[in-house]
T-cell receptor, first 111, second 114 residues
Framework: KNEVEQSPQNLTAQEGEFITINCSYSVGISALHWLQQHPGGGIVSLFM???GKKKHGRLIATINIQEKHSSLHITASHPRDSAVYIC?????????????FGEGTQLTVNP | DTGVSQDPRHKITKRGQNVTFRCDPISEHNRLYWYRQTLGQGPEFLTY??????LEKSRLLSDRFSAERPKGSFSTLEIQRTEQGDSAMYLC????WGSGYGYTFGSGTRLTVV
């Protein structure tokens, strides 16, 4: 069993839909990261969380430390949101430690 | 600062050849990480540096792989005697240890071994 599990693996939505991607992990962490990867490989950091909730534009990330679970929500989805979304956890005593990644969720938003 | 730069973006090499990749991190960042990503998978940790010191190496990093960060700035990752299984995206990332800030990733180097 992977230390970081994401669901779903693939997600297709219509423009405007509310989207949720889930991440569960099985180890103690110092921080959880949500990342976005477009075709071509470059990875963009969306959020780093150690507790609670963060919001940036149409993106919201939440984490429940007790349940070892995090969710990434996209409101009013748009075709430009189509990408792979990756959950990763840092396991050091402070942020900046190496990351263990989930396998990613391929999101496709159709117009 | 233009972020984390990786060079080259793409590399095609014949099996058995040596290849070297370069990563230029954000100048203020003291930690530099190398990850490898195969198609359809999440990235896997290879190694990381704090300043010029290599603090950890994954078991994935066989004897054919070597990484350096000689002056605590840019880093190189060399693969000797490449094999087809080395074909992957090699990602570099940097961070400032203890700052509470996250990672910045480079665009990656895609290696194809033919």
């Amino acid at each position: 069993k992977n230390e970081v599990e994401q669901s779903p693996q693939n997600l297709t939505a219509q423009e405007g839909e509310f989207i949720t991607i889930n991440c569960s992990y099985s180890v103690g962490i110092s921080a959880l990261h949500w990342l976005q990867q477009h075709p071509g490989g470059g990875i963009v950091s969306l959020f780093m969380l150690s507790s609670g909730k963060k919001k940036h534009g149409r993106l919201i990330a939440t984490i429940n430390i007790q349940e070892k679970h995090s969710s990434l929500h996209i409101t009013a989805s748009h075709p430009r949101d189509s990408a792979v979304y990756i959950c990763a956890v840092g396991r050091g005593v402070a942020s900046g430690s190496r990351l263990t990644f989930g396998e990613g969720t391929q999101l496709t938003v159709n117009p | 600062d233009t972020g984390v730069s990786q060079d080259p973006r793409h590399k095609i090499t014949k099996r058995g050849q040596n290849v070297t990749f370069r990563c230029d991190p954000i100048s203020e960042h003291n930690r530099l990480y190398w990850y490898r990503q195969t198609l359809g998978q999440g990235p896997e940790f290879l190694t990381y540096f704090q300043n010029e010191a290599q603090l950890e190496k994954s078991r994935l990093l066989s004897d054919r792989f070597s990484a350096e960060r000689p002056k605590g700035s840019f880093s190189t990752l060399e693969i000797q005697r490449t094999e087809q299984g080395d074909s992957a995206m090699y990602l570099c990332a940097s961070s400032f240890w203890g700052s509470g800030y996250g990672y910045t990733f480079g665009s990656g180097t895609r290696l194809t071994v033919v």
